[in-house]
């Protein structure tokens, strides 16, 4: 599997961007995350081949996750940035294989360990 994120900027505090990533094939689980200057890696928001999606508490209310199979594309609609969101954004994508049934949307903690990963998109939020 290929990813290729675009859409990373540079917007003030307050806006919006899009974040599109480009498969060439969907896996059980799909997601988003970000690595900000001497910070570790978060996962952002998944979702699963149910569409059922997960987010971080940090960005919840505030960004979305969607698939478009049709285009092999990933997106995540970033809305209200906060300088703090400011980061390089990966997208990854992950099989279920020896992984909990639900390891993707469920309870438990979020996924960390992806098997494919984009090269990044930067986001700049400004104050």
């Known amino acids: 599997v290929q990813l290729a994120e675009s859409g990373g900027g540079s917007v003030q505090s307050g806006g919006s961007l899009r974040l599109s990533c480009v498969y060439t094939?969907?896996?059980?689980?799909m997601g988003w995350f970000r690595e900000a200057a001497g910070k570790e890696r978060e996962g952002v928001a998944f979702?699963?081949?149910?569409?059922?999606?997960r987010y971080a508490d940090s960005v919840k209310g505030r960004f979305t996750i969607s698939q478009d199979n049709a285009k092999n594309t990933l997106y995540l609609q970033m809305d209200n940035l906060r300088p703090e969101d400011t980061a390089m954004y990966y997208c990854?994508?992950?099989?279920?294989?020896?992984?909990?049934?639900?390891?993707?949307?469920?309870?438990?903690?979020?996924?960390?360990?992806?098997?494919?990963w984009g090269k990044g998109t930067l986001v700049t939020i400004s104050s």
């Open positions: 990854a994508a992950a099989t279920d294989g020896g992984r909990e049934y639900d390891f993707c949307t469920g309870t438990g903690d979020p996924p960390k360990d992806m098997d494919y």
């Open positions: 979702i699963d081949l149910d569409a059922t999606t």
């Open positions: 094939s969907s896996s059980d689980c």
